[in-house]
């Protein structure tokens, strides 16, 4: 029973491409380590920019230095 667990900051992404990060993970646990889809868990948190450092910033920070 594969838990995935996706992270990415909160900047719009769509329904789509959720649907389509959902599907590609389940497919790839299928075909790599014969998984049964039925019992695969992936999901996807939004985290705020505020909430998210890189290099010891805050991405906004971090994305205004560079």
Do not use: C, F, H
Request: aromatic share 6%; glycine share 8%.
């Amino acid at each position: 029973m594969p838990y995935v667990n996706i992270k990415v900051t909160d900047e719009g992404v769509t329904r789509e491409q959720k649907a389509r990060l959902i599907k590609g993970v389940t497919d790839l646990l299928q075909e790599v380590l014969d998984k049964d889809p039925a019992t695969t868990y992936v999901v996807i948190d939004e985290v705020d920019l505020t909430n998210w450092g890189v290099g010891g910033l805050n991405v906004e920070d971090y994305r205004r230095q560079s």
